[in-house]
C-alpha cells in the first residue's frame, strides 16, 4: 500500500437526487496516485476533489495570493457524466449548473477546456 497524506481533504460531489453539490470532509483524498503527488506538491495543503472524477483531474493551479485549486479536464468530466447515463444535453446542464456552477469557497477547483 502506498504512503496517503493523512491531513485533512475536502472532496465534494453533486447529489444527482436534488441537483445541488454536497462537500464533506474526508481524512485523505482516493488513493489515486495522482491526487497523493498533488498533495505533496501543495504541501499537504488543503484540496477541494470532486468524487469520482480522479481521472479528469489535469493538475493544480497556483495564484498569486489566492490558495491552490485542483483543475480539472471539462471534455472528460463531461464524457464522464454521459458514460454515467446522461445524453450531451443533460451532461452539459448538470456541468454548468452544479460542478462549474457549485462554488465552494475559494478552494472550489476549475475547469480546463483544452485548446484543440
Known amino acids: 500500500m502506498k504512503d496517503r497524506p493523512q491531513t485533512g481533504h475536502i472532496s465534494w460531489s453533486p447529489d444527482y437526487d436534488t ?3 454536497k462537500a464533506r470532509k474526508v481524512d485523505v ?3 489515486a496516485d495522482k491526487l497523493l503527488s498533488l498533495s505533496r506538491a501543495m504541501n499537504d495543503k488543503e484540496l477541494l476533489y470532486m468524487d469520482g472524477y480522479d481521472d479528469c483531474i489535469v493538475g493544480v493551479v497556483e495564484r498569486f495570493g489566492q490558495e491552490p485549486i485542483v483543475c480539472y479536464d ?3 468530466v ?3 457524466l454521459e458514460n454515467d447515463g446522461m445524453t450531451a444535453e443533460e451532461a452539459e446542464e448538470f456541468f454548468y449548473f452544479n460542478q462549474i456552477g457549485g462554488w ?3 478552494l472550489t477547483p476549475c475547469f480546463l477546456s483544452p485548446h484543440e
Open 29 to 31: 483524498p482516493c488513493s
Open 78 to 80: 463531461l464524457s464522464k
Open 19 to 21: 441537483n445541488k453539490p
Open 104 to 106: 465552494m469557497g475559494d
Open 74 to 76: 471539462k471534455n472528460k
